[in-house]
């Protein structure tokens, strides 16, 4: 074992700790503190210390400002009792507001592109924290206990592969190897510069993700058949309410090769692919949803669109298929870049879905039901902007980039992951809201089958059946001859373990039991 080794190690734990470490209001109050003033001390050096004749994001009046905001800020978290979420919020909110400022005076089309961008992410970003805070701190907490996970298992490799070559001391401690001394961003620009594809691999992969010439016709009228084919599979599987169906649908679309173009056009610099991609995926989009409103229309009926499963289960997209989705187009892109599991591509297509919730659209839309669709096209969304984003991550780590970038690739590449995140901070709103809602009726409804269960007479008389929770209504249903006698003791043991006074109604079945001898 090498020490570069040991430092991977740490790394992986140090993530693992961040991602179930304790979620104690006064440590994050302690740590926002500490941010806030390492961040202050930072906009000061940086206002009256500038390098070079680059013109900065942020001026230096505005530096200072926001140097001494900062100050302001720690000195709050700290001696006042405002909200964590409300002054980090406001924060990032003004500095974009400052970054955007700046992007107003002179300067070149590339900074002042670049700038718009940042300044839209950090007040977007602001208002997320502020609207949906527990989500800011999940998706905060995951970033840095994946990304230390990830650079940990970076440093690991190269330090195992250092062993194996020989590095092992004589004496029984720990060997030096030359990447022990290195930083961490030295060894992973290692890590990138050794794992870079070979000419006629980023050449077949190429040929696999972007509809070009040879054959450039054939190419797109197979991807168009296939994704016609693909949305009426989809669209009668939904209507006839059909899971097996449904995975059939996802397995024939398509849609998964342009999307991925998109991340390997952003990942090398190429601005032309990425457009082409880019239309590519709303042009199939779009027809997706013509079709499914035309097969929809075709049909003398659809049935009842409130209580079909396929389409419930894709009009509230919640955080969990926002993280399906991270995952599905991290293993993707793995499987793209890597022929050895390159069937694991059919198992991606089922994990997330991208015709299904298309095909919805087209439904509901028919139907008048546009709340349904909007619900629909945001789980696509979803998906798209999550696939995008761990592709790109995935690329990078796996060598399909241009290394070393040069400065528009850099650019194009900065551009591309910042507008797809800002989607992404977007999306993560209506998502927040409406995981919160589920969470909690979820929990709801479990410390209502404790109490009522708990409340219930002990020879079993009147028996527990279900509890359904919906905002501060929850309706409980019960089997037996009669309800027992304290209901209002019920109630008063529901409010002390929920918190609240809910709304209650206890639903009685009748039971009949006979008995043959």
């Known amino acids: 074992m090498n020490w570069t080794t040991v430092r991977g190690v740490a790394l992986v734990l140090a993530g693992a700790v961040i991602m179930v470490g304790p979620r104690e209001e006064a440590l994050l109050v302690s740590l926002g503190a500490v941010l ?10 940086f206002a009256f210390r500038r390098r070079g004749d680059a013109r900065p994001a942020v001026g230096p009046i505005s530096r200072t400002a926001m140097g001494v905001v900062l100050v302001i800020a720690a000195l709050l978290l700290v001696l006042d009792d405002l909200p964590f979420s409300t002054v980090i919020g406001a924060a990032l909110v003004l500095r974009g507001l400052l970054v955007g400022a700046n992007v107003l005076t002179p300067r070149g089309r590339s900074a002042r592109r670049d700038g718009v961008v940042m300044a839209a992410s950090l007040v977007v970003f602001g208002v997320v924290v502020v609207v949906v805070p527990d989500t800011a701190v999940l998706a905060v ?5 994946i990304g230390s996970m990830a650079l940990g298992g970076i ?17 029984g401690h720990p060997a030096t190897s030359p990447l022990d001394h290195r930083g961490a961003p030295a060894l992973v620009n290692d890590w990138l510069v050794n794992r870079r594809l070979a000419a006629e691999d980023r050449a077949g992969l190429v040929e696999t993700m972007f509809f070009e010439a040879p054959n450039k016709a054939s190419k797109l009228a197979s991807f168009w058949v ?7 599979i989809a669209s009668f599987a939904v209507i006839q309410d059909s899971t097996a169906v449904v995975i059939g649908a996802m397995l024939v679309a398509p849609l998964m090769t342009p999307i991925m173009g998109v991340s390997a056009a952003a990942v090398n610099g190429w601005p032309t692919r990425l457009a082409r991609s880019l239309v590519l995926v709303v042009a199939a989009a779009a027809a997706a949803v013509v079709v499914a409103w035309l097969i929809a229309s075709w049909l003398p009926s659809v049935g009842d669109i409130n209580t079909n499963t396929q389409i419930a289960s894709r009009v509230e997209p919640s955080l969990l298929d926002f993280c399906i989705a991270v995952f599905a187009g991290a293993a993707g892109a793995y499987a793209t870049v890597d022929p050895r599991v ?11 879905a991208l015709v299904p919730p298309l095909s919805v659209v087209g439904i509901t839309l028919e139907q008048g039901a546009y709340g349904e669709a909007q619900g629909a096209l945001l789980l696509f969304g979803t998906n798209v902007v999550s696939i995008v984003l761990a592709a790109v991550t995935v690329f990078v780590l796996m060598g399909f980039a241009a290394l070393p970038p040069d400065r528009e690739q850099r650019e194009n590449l900065r551009r591309v992951v910042g507008v797809f995140g800002l989607g992404a901070l977007v999306i993560l709103v209506p998502l927040s809201l409406t995981s919160e809602d589920v969470w909690t009726e979820a929990a709801d409804e479990g410390a209502t089958h404790d109490v009522v269960t708990a409340w219930l007479p002990d020879d079993a008389s009147v028996q527990y059946v279900d509890v359904e929770a919906e905002g501060d209504r929850i309706s409980v249903t019960l089997s ?29 079945v009748p039971s009949t039991v006979t008995e043959i001898d």
């Not at 806030?36 to 050096?45: K, M, Q, R």
């Not at 296939?226 to 009426?232: I, R, Y």
């Open 155 to 171: 440093v690991l490799n190269m330090g195992l592969r250092q062993g194996a070559a020989g590095a092992e001391s004589h004496q």
């Open 480 to 508: 037996g001859p009669e309800l027992p006698g304290d209901t209002d003791g019920l109630l008063d043991d529901l409010s002390d373990k929920l918190g609240y006074r809910p709304k209650l109604s206890l639903r009685l």
């Open 141 to 145: 907490r995951a970033g840095l206990g």
């Open 226 to 232: 296939m994704m016609v084919l693909a949305t009426g």
């Open 342 to 352: 390159s069937s694991s591509l059919s198992g991606v297509a089922i994990a997330v």
């Open 36 to 45: 806030f003033a390492g961040w202050a001390v930072a906009e000061l050096w």
